[in-house]
């Protein structure tokens, strides 16, 4: 069964997070119409962190593509984040995303 896979990268504006803070997803690949939990730690209580979901490539070649979606979660206290906002498409069958975090 093809699926969607999630890649994530890390953008780091705040010198105080840089080489600590962390986003995963609570899976690697999600089929269609599914929920995206991201999680991660070590950022500064209180920071907004900017989640970009861009689809980077399709399976096959040329699909079709859409986005990026932009989401947002604020670190608590202990600099951990939580967001559940985005969720997979039934067009999404075979696409790759980039998940990048700007704190």
Known sequence: MAA???AGTLTMQSPQAAGKATIQ???????PDTQ?????????PGEVVELTFT???TVPPGGFTDGPFVFYATADALGD???GAFSTDQHDLGVHFLLTAKG
């Open 4 to 6: 969607t896979t999630l």
């Open 25 to 31: 997803t609570d899976l690697a690949d999600y089929p």
């Open 36 to 44: 995206v939990n991201v999680t991660g730690s070590g950022w500064l």
């Open 55 to 57: 689809e980077t490539a």
């Open 81 to 83: 984040i939580a967001n």
